[in-house]
């Protein structure tokens, strides 16, 4: 209980009263409060409670705390909820501004927002350049990796002191030019309102005047927002400048409302070849559902594409409800398509689209068979040639081997696409889902013994024949760059010595001059 002495006496004090005094507003004796702050006696527990209601303080606080520390908190907090309001009434006050303004001008407060940016971040990057310049000049004799570091360590705060920079610039532009304007217009608004308000009116006449009067100002102080010079004064430099980026934007909205024409126009494809997953049943509902909800989506952006262009208003809420209705049909759509799913067959290398063939080479000394599958297996037979048997899609065929070379490459040539189509489709309706995979399979080689060690010591050499061919070529490309890393240094060097012979020059001139 001593903390409470102590934080009766400093609460007294903070509020200029004396013992007495205190002791009048607790209906108790000047004695008591005496033997309080001395730690004497304690109050009872009303007393204390009606101390902390009067003086806004929290029992425990009062009785176990330090009052200075509690109220050097209480400051703090108050600090950091007058920054958080100040920020999120500057987030208000600037939503309520951009609500205000038309879309032509909030395009062109952006536009000059942007145009700051670009100053600043060119004044910013000519600044950091003649940095680095002197000091690579200053720093420039320190070993590379110090510099190197102590480089890195300085570009990263000047990084963050130049973004923080133009940040903090942007903003006071912004809240000087704008938001401040539109704080002072508003109040100005208001009070324009309560003086009409404050009239009254005896005859119809001068209400209407006086109410027509009241529109003409809010009118006036409108485009006041609109525009910021209150003369309705533009920079034609910066308006030419925001015409031209409307002009370069509405170019690149006619090129995305081109792409959109031609996503509608796959879609409606698309609807009329859904009809085909008919005999899926609840997967076709499902496939409907999200076409038609995606052609809604897609005809709402190109409406709008083509309003911005054409300079149209929207009907905002007729694109609004259509958009969310799409939604909401693209989320059913997608479900029942789901569900529809959970009932198909997922089928890897169906037999039934697979055949198996073979052809025969005749065997050479240099024969080399050159795979590039997954797996070759050889195979002992009594079979003095080769037999290459391999699984293939029975609607593709292999390439016919150049049998005159010594190295053979066999791989499969899928010239019938739409036969493959027509299976898959087939498939699909019967709640299959085939994988197409066009590759050579399971390659078998049926040979002799003898025949078997050849190719794979003739595939050995051709393999290390390669490796070390790409390792030649790798040391002639890194050599190149190397001799291209020298070249640059010899230029560069060039350069300087060639600064150095003018300036040279110039104090050789500046001699010759002194001397006649």
């Known amino acids: 209980m001593n903390k409470f002495s102590e934080n009766l006496k400093k609460i007294r004090k903070d509020n200029n009263l ?39 303080m929290n029992i425990d606080d009062l009785l176990h705390k330090d009052i200075r520390e509690v109220k050097g908190e209480e400051e703090s907090k108050k600090k950091l909820n007058k920054y958080v309001d100040d920020f999120l009434n500057f987030i208000t006050n600037t939503i309520n501004m951009l609500s205000s303004m038309s ?10 927002q942007f145009i700051v940016a670009i100053v600043l971040f060119i004044i910013f990057l000519v600044i950091g350049t003649f940095g680095q310049d002197m ?36 903003v006071h532009i912004f809240k000087t030019r704008y938001l401040d304007y539109y704080v002072k217009l508003k109040k100005d608004i208001n009070e324009e309102k309560k003086k009409v308000d404050d009239i009254n009116v005896e005859e119809d006449v001068e ?37 031209m980026i409307v002009g370069i934007i509405k170019f690149f909205t006619i090129c995305y409302s081109v792409l959109l024409f031609m996503s509608l126009v796959f879609l409606f494809c698309l609807f009329a ?11 076709f509902v499902g496939l409907e559902l999200t076409i038609f909800a995606l052609a809604i989506i897609d005809i709402v952006l190109i409406l709008l594409a083509l309003n911005f262009v054409f300079n149209r208003k929207n009907n905002k809420k007729k694109m609004i409800w259509s958009f969310v209705i799409s939604l909401i049909m693209l989320g059913i759509g997608s479900g029942i398509i789901l569900l529809g799913t959970l009932n198909f067959q997922y089928i890897e290398n169906d037999k039934e689209m697979m055949k198996t063939e073979y052809i025969e080479l005749e065997m050479k000394n240099d024969l080399t068979f050159g795979y590039h599958y997954p797996a070759v297996e050889y195979v002992e037979s009594d079979n003095q040639n080769i037999k290459i048997e ?4 029975k609607y593709c065929e292999i390439n016919k081997p150049d049998t005159s070379d010594s190295m053979v490459h066999i791989w499969a040539n899928c010239d019938n696409p739409i036969e493959i ?22 390659v078998k080689v049926y040979t ?38 020298q070249i640059d240094e010899y230029v560069q060097k060039e350069w300087y010595y060639q600064e150095e012979i003018n300036n040279l020059k110039d104090e050789l001139s500046i001699y010759k001059n002194a001397d006649q």
């Open 103 to 112: 879309f032509k001008s909030k395009c062109k407060c952006l536009f000059e």
């Open 421 to 442: 189509v027509k299976e898959v489709i087939n498939k699909f309706q019967h709640k299959k889902i085939v994988s197409i995979n066009p590759e050579l399979q399971n």
């Open 390 to 393: 391999y699984t293939i899609n």
């Open 18 to 56: 004396s013992q007495e005094q205190l002791a009048d507003e607790l209906g108790v004796s000047r004695q008591a409060i005496s033997k309080w702050e001395s730690s004497v006696a304690y109050p009872e527990m009303d007393k204390i409670i009606t101390l902390c209601e009067k003086f806004n």
């Open 273 to 283: 070849l859904s009809f085909l997953t008919i005999p899926t049943g609840i997967l």
């Open 448 to 485: 002799t013994k003898e025949n078997i060690e050849k190719l794979k010591k003739n595939y050995d050499n051709y393999t290390n024949e390669e490796v070390q061919r790409q390792n030649m070529i790798n040391s002639y490309e890194k050599r190149i760059e190397e001799l291209q890393q």
């Open 207 to 243: 209400d209407e005047k006086i109410t027509k009067n009241n529109k003409v100002v809010l009118k006036q102080n409108e485009d006041k927002i609109i525009i910021r010079d209150p003369k309705h004064s533009e920079y034609k430099f910066i308006n030419g400048l925001f015409k």
């Open 135 to 170: 000091l690579s000049r200053i720093y420039g004799l320190l070993p590379s990796k110090l510099y190197s570091i102590l480089y890195s360590i300085l570009y990263l705060i000047y990084g963050l002191f130049a973004f923080s920079s133009l940040i903090v610039i942007m």
